[in-house]
């Protein structure tokens, strides 16, 4: 039985608190509630970055740093709600990334896994453990943890790219390794697409066998714009379309069918001219870029204007609507992979 008065009870806490802190103990009592949330309020915001604005300062980047020297030239998208962070939900990160013609972004590998969504420009590659993957505006580049990767563009044109990583996950579990490779670019290993014959048509080298030479658990690291658009198309010729997500295909790991990355998940929707989905919400917190088309997407309410190559952060639990003004299609990736192994990975269809 507590029998102080409740006068004398808020000065003697008082008191407890300012005994106690400067050992590091803290009363739970007075932060249980913002710590047991009765559902997901994330501190992101959901914000839309228009490409051509970002576009113009990443171009100035250009004037002023080499890709040499900055190591990585790249505009970090930083989510207004999360200052400092260098994270565009609490769990990602987001850049735009700059090659210049003539241009290598120097051979690094570290522990967390990365994403390229080529933004523009054709014919620059980039390079893992060897083995360059020449890209062409709208392909996914998955360079996952721990493999050796570098940047060149060969071509007369700048090659733009959206850098999706997740650096906060990392520094979460403390768990951040890197190293830099000696050499500026690592050696050829093999010729470019090699990996996309051996695994990139639902086949693969047998098991174990010296044709099985990438990591076998994630062998594809390149899905090219050539055949994922295609594959939209056909499935938007269909009359069924789903009412929450318009045409869905979800880029997969052949290996086990999984998710692309052990912490990230990646997707492709096509919404036709007139579509509005119906309001969605789920826990994984998402980055959307639009490939083609103009439209809006509404936020907890809140009406954003999408045109081609803007890229909006959707963060955890926002009710989110789409709306296709003319035929709408966009890549978006998500930290679903991770939540979905933590089993916390939730959605509500309303
Ligand atoms: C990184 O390695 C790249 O390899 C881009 O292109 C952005 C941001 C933070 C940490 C590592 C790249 C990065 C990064």
Redesign the pocket.
């Known amino acids: 039985m507590v029998s102080v008065q409740p006068n004398d009870q808020a000065a003697q806490l008082a008191e407890l608190y300012d005994a106690m802190s400067p050992h590091s103990l803290l009363p739970l009592w007075e932060q249980l509630h913002a710590l047991v949330l009765t559902e997901p309020s994330s501190p992101a915001k959901p914000w839309r970055w228009t490409y051509g604005d970002a576009r113009k300062y990443l171009m100035r980047a250009g004037d002023l740093i080499s890709a040499e020297q900055a ?2 030239r ?1 505009l ?1 998208m930083e989510n207004p709600g999360l200052p400092g962070q ?1 994270a565009i939900t609490p769990s990602l ?1 987001a ?1 735009l ?1 700059l090659i210049l013609p003539g241009e290598v ?1 120097p051979c ?1 590998r ?1 522990t ?1 896994n ?1 994403l ?1 969504f080529v933004m523009e420009g054709s014919g620059a590659y ?1 390079a893992l453990d060897g083995e360059k993957a020449v890209m062409e505006p709208f392909d996914l580049v998955l ?1 996952p943890a721990g493999q050796w ?3 060149g563009n060969p071509t007369d044109k700048p090659m733009i790219w959206l ?1 999706g ?1 997740d ?1 906060p996950t990392v520094r979460l579990f403390d768990a951040q390794f ?1 190293e830099r490779l000696e050499l500026p670019a690592h050696p050829e290993t093999v010729p470019p697409g090699d990996t996309l014959a051996r695994y990139g048509h639902n086949l693969r080298p047998m098991r174990g066998h010296v044709a099985d030479r990438r990591p076998a658990e994630r062998p594809l690291f390149h899905y090219r714009h050539a055949e994922w658009r295609p594959a939209l198309e056909a499935m938007a010729r269909s009359a069924e379309i789903d009412p929450h997500f318009g045409h869905a295909l979800e880029f997969l790991n052949p290996a086990d069918g999984g998710q692309v990355l052990a912490t990230i998940s990646a997707h492709v929707r096509l919404l036709p001219a007139g579509f509005e989905t119906r309001p969605r919400q789920s826990t994984d917190g998402s980055v959307f870029v639009v490939v083609e088309g103009e439209g809006e997407i509404e936020l907890n309410g809140e009406t954003m204007r999408l045109g081609e190559r803007d890229m909006v952060v959707v963060p955890s639990w926002t009710k989110a609507v789409l709306r296709a003004s003319r035929q709408l299609v966009l890549f978006a990736y998500s930290d679903k992979a991770s939540q979905i192994k933590l089993e916390l990975y939730q959605e509500r269809n309303l």
């Open positions: 190591e990585r790249v970090i260098a990160y850049g990334q972004a690094h570290h967390q990365a390229r980039t360079t990767h570098d940047h850098d990583l650096i890197a």
